[in-house]
T-cell receptor, first 114, second 110 residues
Framework: KAGVTQTPRYLIKTRGQQVTLSCSPI?????VSWYQQTPGQGLQFLFE???????NKGNFPGRFSGRQFSNSRSEMNVSTLELGDSALYLC?????????????FGPGTRLTVL | QKEVEQDPGPLSVPEGAIVSLNCTYS??????FMWYRQYSRKGPELLMY????GNKEDGRFTAQVDKSSKYISLFIRDSQPSDSATYLC??????????FGTGTSLTVIP
């Protein structure tokens, strides 16, 4: 079974721009979560989608948004990029329940904001 | 105060050593506890998953949860160079998000 895929793997943007990241979960998984990973803060939860609905949300500003499509694929958008948004963005999928089902992570998208 | 605290290391041990990795937490509502391993340029992969207090063993890995002390540990026996990675603890409340530690970087020297 194919794992979680994320595109693109690397991205360089400038301040003020916006960016869209994509995640394709494991076939049959309906929950997709997004995380931001930085050396100082570690992995921080952004949001979780289940059946096209946002089910949980972390403490990030409204510039960070996401959506999930009917095939469970998910996108994350960051508008008005700031230098501090430079990070590894990870997507994880699971069967259903975020807190009990095993989460499988993708390789991440490395975003650099100049 | 962060929900989950983890010593970032780095930790360097000789091959064959026993490794102890630890996390503390502040929220007594956490019930699910996990350890992930992350190799360079890869996403985290689940190593161990435990519910509530107690021990769980899987091969060379043992996870311990002490809810009274709000302290979890991962022990690696007979460590191998292939164990060199960053180890992340994570925990959650039923129906809620995961909270991760910042990760401990481990190097096992042949």
């Amino acid at each position: 079974k194919a794992g979680v895929t994320q595109t693109p793997r690397y991205l360089i943007k400038t301040r003020g721009q916006q960016v869209t990241l994509s995640c394709s979960p494991i076939s049959g998984h309906r929950s997709v979560s997004w995380y931001q990973q930085t050396p100082g803060q570690g992995l921080q939860f952004l949001f979780e989608y289940f059946s096209e609905t946002q089910r949980n949300k972390g403490n990030f500003p409204g510039r960070f948004s996401g959506r999930q499509f009917s095939n469970s694929r998910s996108e994350m958008n960051v508008s008005t990029l700031e230098l501090g948004d430079s990070a590894l963005y990870l997507c994880a999928s699971s069967l259903g329940q975020i807190s009990t089902d095993t989460q499988y992570f993708g390789p991440g998208t490395r975003l650099t904001v100049l | 105060q962060k929900e989950v605290e983890q010593d970032p290391g780095p930790l360097s041990v000789p091959e064959g050593a026993i490794v102890s990795l630890n996390c503390t937490y502040s929220n007594s509502a956490f019930q699910y506890f996990m350890w992930y391993r992350q190799y360079s340029r890869k996403g985290p992969e689940l190593l161990m998953y435990t519910y509530s207090s107690g021990n769980k063993e899987d091969g060379r890995f043992t996870a311990q949860v002490d809810k009274s002390s709000k302290y979890i540990s991962l022990f690696i026996r007979d460590s191998q160079p292939s164990d060199s990675a960053t180890y992340l603890c994570a925990m959650s409340i039923p129906g809620n998000q995961f909270y991760f530690g910042t990760g401990t970087s481990l190097t096992v020297i042949p």
